[in-house]
T-cell receptor, first 117, second 111 residues
């Protein structure tokens, strides 16, 4: 257990429905990342927060995806009008960035596995 | 476009064998090379490499980075069944610690 938690761990939904996932990072970590991982592939970067500010979004993140981190602590990832191609493991990671400290290790949560029928 | 390539994509060895996993990268504004182990759950951190030629070691695992050839290897000696996992290589960039993962090498260690 890395200290990063995600909820739910599994989600099955029908195509066209909206889903929301939650990530609780390690409490003192100021950076939070979302990744998507499909079978046989490494995690793909989706988006990243420094405190409550969303600083970078991947081109993979279509308009149907939105992420928030309202108080700089937990984060939510919402997918609207889900498609079968959205089926994947959604991973959250957090890290602590200190000033000019580089190469901050990212700690991953257990992931939310989404299946869109 | 940034990319990380790993080889082989899968590998089956017997307990006690030594394995070498390969990772090459083409990443602009490269900062560091990371190795993770993933066993049907979230990746767990193994090594972070920032300098060429300096070997990092943890028990039976070791890794080294060649920044000139844009290459890293992960060695596992005297493999055990508990080493069976997907080993992910990733490169970080200087901007916001963005991480680009490779596809992983699936290692199976059979008794």
């Amino acid at each position: 257990d890395t200290g990063v938690s995600q909820d739910p761990r599994h989600k099955i939904t029908k195509r066209g429905q909206n889903v929301t996932f939650r990530c609780d990072p390690i409490s003192e970590h100021n950076r939070l990342y979302w990744y998507r991982q499909t079978l046989g592939q490494g995690p793909e970067f989706l988006t990243y927060f420094q405190n409550e500010a969303q600083l970078e979004k991947s081109r993979l993140l279509s308009d149907r995806f939105s992420a928030e981190r309202p108080k700089g602590s937990f984060s939510t990832l919402e997918i609207q009008r889900t498609e079968q191609g959205d089926s994947a493991m959604y991973l959250c990671a957090s890290s602590l960035a200190k000033g000019l400290a580089r190469n901050n290790e990212q700690f991953f949560g257990p992931g939310t596995r989404l299946t869109v029928l | 476009e940034d990319k990380v390539v790993q080889s082989p994509l899968s590998l089956v060895v017997h307990e006690g064998d030594t394995v070498t996993l390969n990772c090459s990268y083409e990443v602009t504004n490269f900062r560091s090379l990371l190795w993770y182990k993933q066993e049907k759950k979230a990746p767990t951190f193994l090594f972070m490499l920032t300098s060429s030629g300096i070997e990092k070691k943890s028990g039976r695992l070791s890794s080294i980075l060649d920044k000139k050839e844009l290459f890293s290897i992960l060695n596992i000696t005297a493999t055990q069944t508990g080493d069976s996992a997907v080993y992910l290589c990733a490169a970080t960039k200087t901007s916001y610690d963005k991480v680009i993962f490779g596809p992983g090498t699936s290692l199976s260690v059979i008794p």
